[in-house]
């Protein structure tokens, strides 16, 4: 019943934000606003982590499930990849950088207040 219940919190949090994304016509994904949501539910402690926790921890032991339709994707892609190969490792390169760097000065953040 737990398990059922986390799926439940998580796909509810996933149609907030595609509801959220549609109202704002798609500018943000709605997948990124509903992890948003989540984040600010549990950190505001509007939501127990207990609720997710079982769930969230079956999602990351078994992520690479998730690759699958990205790779057969990028394979599909092939012919578009390859003519802007550079260009899409530099902005790859670029966001990682800056989400490392936002996600250090969050996580800095949080640890100054937890204490």
């Known amino acids: 019943m737990k398990m059922i219940k986390g799926i439940f919190i998580i796909l509810l ?3 907030l934000g595609q509801g959220v994304s549609y109202l704002i016509n798609g500018f ?3 997948s990124i606003i509903g992890m948003i949501l989540l984040f600010l539910s549990l950190y505001f402690k509007a939501l127990k982590p ?3 926790k079982d ?3 079956a ?3 078994n992520m690479a499930i998730f690759f699958i339709p990205a790779g057969a994707g990028l394979l599909g ?3 578009i990849i390859s003519k802007f190969w550079m260009s899409i490792l530099i902005v790859c390169s670029i ?3 800056l989400v490392i760097a936002v996600v250090a000065v969050i996580q800095q953040q949080m640890e100054k207040n937890r204490k």
């Open 55 to 57: 769930v969230a921890n």
């Open 28 to 30: 943000v994904p709605g």
């Open 59 to 61: 999602f990351t032991r």
């Open 77 to 79: 892609s092939y012919g």
């Open 95 to 97: 966001s990682t950088i």
């Open 50 to 52: 207990d609720y997710v």
């Open 13 to 15: 949090f996933y149609f």
